[in-house]
């Protein structure tokens, strides 16, 4: 999972040799490097770049950057910092990148985590999920690793903005973004789907399990509106099986899912078989 500030500028700075890394920095990139395998490399060239390289081409990628850096910083004489050298190899040596705009270091972070939230309930926006949802169904194809994804949708969602105002209804949003991001597990990526759905992807989770987590999601996520009504939620649920193929097939389950729920009376779970 590429994750919001899981590895900062700063950290890949150092892990490329532009500053000494802490004892501590060192056990929290081998934890991350061994949690994600090569899906590692992706995440170092995100945090420079802001750009998805697929794992298999990452780590290739990475060492040839690495490599320029070394080439830039004995012809200048004097260190090339990785930002720069990235910038420089994949804009002038292999054109991955098009036009590139300068930012210091210290805003980037803060411009990835705005680009890639959504702005009412500080979630992963519809673009990031897609991404990910993509790139956790791929790694399931080429290295069997598990992914489920929960759709959930609020019930009678209209009714709320039409009977106590949109302002209530986005304070109805704005909460259960609240709640979802205080119960993920560090691996979760929940997400605002749409306008009142709502999405987590769970990897390394099977059906079982995803079912688990999405019944105490519907337990969790219920919320009060202020004359004492409960607003509830609905939840499909899915897992990467033979059938899945692509990620739209997991999609396709989960959502089918959310629909029989939807159909059948609202406020449960539906794991799709």
Known sequence: MLTDGALSLDLVSALAGDRPLTEAEKERLNEHKNKCGHRFYSDLLYSITHQFFPPEVAENLWNQILNHKTILSVALERNVRIAVSALDYLSNITSNMGSA??????????????????????LFN????????????????????????????????KEVNDTYGHREGDRVLAEIGRTMMRIERDSDICCRYGGEEFAVILPLTDVHEAGVIACRLNMELKTHLPDGRVVTVSIGVASSGNSTKTYRDLVERADAALYQVKRSGKNRVEVAA
């Open 126 to 157: 519809h673009t990031y999920f897609y991404q990910q949802i993509d790139f956790e169904v791929r790694r399931y194809i080429r290295y069997g690793t598990l992914v489920s994804l929960v759709l959930i949708d609020i019930d009678d969602f």
């Open 101 to 122: 705009t300068l930012v210091g270091e210290a805003n980037i972070e803060e411009i990835i985590g705005l680009s890639l939230r959504d702005g009412l309930t500080g």
